[in-house]
Structures are given as C-alpha cells and as structure tokens.
C-alpha cells in the first residue's frame, strides 16, 4: 500500500483553506488531516496528529507562522513546514526560513507548483517559489538560512560556473546557448545537472544557491 504523504493547512480565511485542502485532496498521494485557522490551533493539531508537511499562512492572529514554525520545528524537526505569503512579505518570507520553513509560496501559486513543494520539502529539499524576485533572492542569501547545513557542497565545472551565471541574470535558454556555441538541448541537460547537484528545484532555488556561496555576487545579476 502506497503511503500517502500526511498535511495540515493552517490560514486564518476559511475559503483558502477549503479551496486548498479540496485541491489537495483530489491527489491521490496525499491527506489532508486538519486545516487551523491561527498558530496556536496549528501547533496543538501538529502535536496531536505528527504530520509530514504542514502548510501555514505567515500572518495569522493568536500565533503567527513564524512563531508557531520556530516552535514545531524545535518540538517535531522532522515536519517540514511551507510558508505561504503575499507578495509584498520578502521579509516574512526570510524570517519564515530562519524559523525554520523549508519553502515557501505565493498564495496565488498553481497546483502543479504546490504539488511539486510539497514533495520537494518531503524528500527533504528546499523550495523556493518560482516568483521569487532578485530582491528576496538577496535577502535570503544574506540570511542566517542555510539549505546546505551539514552537507557537502557541490563542485562545478567552469562551463558549469558560465551557464549558472547566465541564468542568473535571466537569459534564456536560447539566449545562452547562442552565448556559449552550444546546443539549446546541451544547455539544458546543464541545467538540469547543476539543479540536481544544488538539490533545488528551480531557477530561483539556484539564484540563491548561487548568491549564498559566492558563485555570483548582487552587482552581477544584471544582463551585459
């Protein structure tokens, strides 16, 4: 028997948290277990029924998501915990991480990239939303949030070092093949080999890689 992965939704809106729990619920790999509508509530529910993933809005009243993140991840390490913000909450977002969320999304996120954070956090990687902007990218950098603690850090080549760059300041694939002479097929089979080397899971998973262990500094995150 397949097992399912186990989440709680905490969000002080009930329509977001009916809307998210239902679109979760049609996946067959995982359960919803209980929806919170503040921190304290989702603290005592997390207690009481030890899931795998917990999905929590940032600002919620009695307790909010980083208070009751800080606390669940000191009581119960192994719950993975995903920051849901708005976009203008880069400092929430940061704070959220510190407290120890291992991704973050947008409210406005789409199903295909929920699905995916919650089985990246899951199999113990971070997540980054998609949209995350160059602004929060630094800020996460320049943070005491570190998704390499006690890991090795990974090596690259020099035209590995060359394509991380170039994604950096958002050329596209096309863009960079026609920059290094190669193949738009050979880029990507780079691209998906940094990634996996980085245990990220997108563009901007690497953008804050890359920023965090000096691979690229701010100054250079512009297209020349």
């Excluded at 192994?78 to 913000?85: N, Q, T, V, W």
């Excluded at 113990?124 to 949209?131: A, E, I």
């Excluded at 060359?162 to 190669?182: G, N």
Aim: contains cysteine; neutral net charge; glycine residues 4%.
């Amino acid at each position: 028997m397949e097992t399912k992965i186990r989440i709680i939704i905490a969000d002080d809106h009930e329509i977001f948290r009916d809307g998210l729990s239902m679109m979760l619920g049609k996946s067959t790999y995982l359960s919803v277990l209980a929806q919170a509508e503040n921190g304290r509530e989702l603290l005592e529910l997390v207690t009481n029924l030890q899931p795998d993933v917990v999905l929590t809005d940032i600002k919620m009243p009695v307790m909010d998501g980083i208070e009751a993140a800080r606390k669940i991840t000191t009581a119960f390490p192994e719950i993975k915990i995903i920051a849901l913000s708005m976009f203008d909450e880069d400092h929430l977002v940061v704070d959220m991480l510190e407290a120890g969320a291992k991704g973050y999304l947008v409210k406005n996120a789409g199903k295909t990239e929920i699905l995916e954070a919650i089985n990246a956090v899951y199999a113990n990687n971070t997540y980054y939303c998609r949209q995350t902007t160059n602004k929060l990218a630094g800020m996460i950098a320049k943070s005491r949030f570190d998704q390499n603690q006690k890991k090795d850090l990974a090596t690259f080549s020099d035209k590995e070092l060359e394509i991380i760059r170039l994604i950096c300041v958002q050329l596209t694939t096309h863009e960079i093949s026609e920059r290094v002479f190669l193949s738009t097929r050979t880029i990507e089979g780079y691209r998906l080999k940094i990634l996996e080397k980085m245990k990220v899971k997108n563009s901007a998973g690497l953008v804050i890689y890359a920023l965090k262990h000096g691979l690229i500094s701010e100054k250079d995150m512009v297209i020349s």
